[in-house]
């Protein structure tokens, strides 16, 4: 197969919310093509308009009826509405000829305000809570100047946590198959291999470092930066570091000499700008073993790892600096290699974009539903339209997007529209120093434009839109398209 190492999302027909709900849910497997046809109906009008309540999305009642008797069908369950979409993630995984990271990470799912899925889901939370532990494995894909493109969902497990019989024995949790430690395994597994000639990458956070997980990924051929939480008992010797031998991974690697300096962006946060962090690296290699009481299901393996320290120099005052540990099953001797760990570590955070995406964008525990057979396809299919979105965010902002005609990729009554609104808005404002751009305009300028429909304000000292502007301008953009297209079609009848 002929490799592709194009990173946009490409669609046959373009990125309208129809092509992208035929492309992500046209080959659902709900054994009758009527029923496929409504979840494509669903995830078209939801795509296009994303933000506010299920209902809201729909639009109309007969549609929304539509969605809940679908949800209903014996048929319709979590897995086959996300397979279709999770199938073409695997397939543009395979296509593409670079590094693709899977980055893995839980987030909760509160549905505890239905009184009537109280007894059918787990707790969440302090126990207080109900809901779900939502596991995704994201695939994103990054080209040779190391920027990225979100695929899609390779995996995403909906785990209930159980209710732990009072006295049981560490060991009898350790055994047990519905341990939440689990969940980083299961999201590999679902995922698969990497065709023999890729570089896929497990991406974990601490939740991540688990002996189980570690020894899953080495004696699969898996390859994987994750990040430490807890300090671990070395193996051996060999492990030496400031003229002593040191029996601690936390000693050993912080007695390291640093091997260069390099920035690294830190994300914003609630309370917390954005900020280019000036940090040093330093790298050792290190032999690992499970533990007596390690977590999990552990046979001992001999683990031969890398560690990565990655800590902040001079960070800002009331700051708090920077600090990652990143343990790697690949090579990280010398600055270049060792920086290669850390480059791809600071895409981890769109894995929390994601989760945004999910909860304050497309509202998904908002949905109301009285059974959790009910509820679980309609996780799914919000979930898939929030990577697609995720991903559309990501296409505007490719090195090519600048040189890209937008109507290559998005239909051109949008592009037609946008530029004549933005024309009328300048003369209206009578703004003659720049001139609004016309119909011709790049694919990234379009994705500008957009987002400043939703709010966002292009100043010079802000970087590319997010998400949330993003799709409060692609709403909006979509019932100007719709208000045009009726009005023309109105002229055409009295015509």
């Known amino acids: ?37 409504r979840l494509v109906r669903a995830a078209e009008l939801i795509m296009a308009h994303p933000q506010g309540t299920l209902p809201g999305k729909l639009g109309v009642r007969a549609e929304a009826v539509g969605l809940y008797r679908l949800a209903r069908r014996p048929e319709v369950t979590h897995a086959s509405v996300l397979e279709a ?85 560490p060991a009898a949790k350790r055994r047990h198959p519905e341990r939440e430690s689990r969940l980083w395994v299961r999201g590999c597994q679902t995922a698969g291999p990497a065709p023999r000639d890729a570089l896929w990458v497990d991406l974990c956070d601490r939740g991540g470092d688990t002996i189980e997980f570690l020894e899953f990924e080495v004696r699969n051929g898996r390859h994987f930066v994750v990040r430490m939480s807890r300090d671990r008992t070395l193996e051996g010797d060999e492990h030496l570091a400031a003229g002593r031998i040191h029996r601690k991974l936390l000693s050993y690697v912080q007695e390291q000499p640093a091997l260069g300096l390099r920035q690294v962006h830190v994300p914003g946060a609630p309370g917390r700008r954005a900020r280019q962090a000036t940090v040093a690296i330093s790298s050792a290699p290190l032999r690992l073993r499970a533990g007596r009481f390690a977590r999990g299901e552990c046979r001992g393996d001999r683990l031969e790892l890398w560690v990565v320290r990655v800590w902040e120099i001079d960070a800002p005052p009331g700051v708090e600096p920077l600090e990652w540990l990143l343990l790697s099953d690949l090579p990280a001797d010398g600055l270049e290699r060792a920086g290669q760990k850390v480059d791809w570590y600071e895409h981890r955070p769109v894995i929390e974009d994601y989760h945004k995406g999910l909860k304050t964008g497309l509202g998904i525990e908002g949905a109301r539903f009285t059974e959790a057979s009910h509820l679980e396809p309609v996780i799914a299919l919000l979930s898939v339209t929030a990577a697609v979105l995720l991903g559309l965010r990501d296409a505007g902002r490719q090195a090519s997007a600048d040189s890209t005609p937008a109507t290559a990729l998005v239909p051109a009554v949008w592009v037609l529209v946008l530029a004549s609104f933005l024309a009328r808005r300048a003369a209206r404002l009578q703004r003659r120093r720049h001139d609004p751009p016309g119909p011709d305009m790049s694919l990234q300028r379009f994705s500008i434009e957009v987002a400043k429909l939703g709010g966002f304000m292009a100043r010079k000292s ?33 015509e």
Not at 99 to 109: I, N, P, S
Not at 121 to 131: A, D, E, F, T
Not at 462 to 489: C, F, H, I, N, R
């Open 85 to 169: 979409h999770r199938q073409w993630t695997l397939q543009r995984m395979r296509e593409h000829a670079g590094v693709v990271l899977l980055v893995h990470d839980t987030t909760e799912l509160d549905y505890s305000a239905i009184t009537a899925l109280r007894e059918q889901l787990g707790q969440i939370g302090n126990g207080s809570r109900r809901g779900y532990l939502c596991h995704n494995s994201l695939a994103v894909a990054l080209d040779g100047q190391g920027r990225r493109q979100v695929l899609g969902l390779a995996s995403q497990v909906l785990h209930q946590r159980r209710d732990v019989p009072r006295g049981e024995t």
């Open 462 to 494: 802000d970087g590319p839109p997010g998400w949330l502007t993003l799709w409060k301008g692609w709403e909006k953009l979509q019932l100007m398209v719709e208000g045009y297209v009726a009005m023309k079609e109105q002229k055409c009848v009295h």
């Open 1 to 37: 197969m002929r490799k592709d190492s194009g990173l946009a999302i490409r669609p046959a027909r373009g990125f309208e919310p129809a092509a992208l709900a035929w492309t992500h849910f046209g080959k659902a497997e709900l054994f009758d093509w009527r029923r496929t046809r």
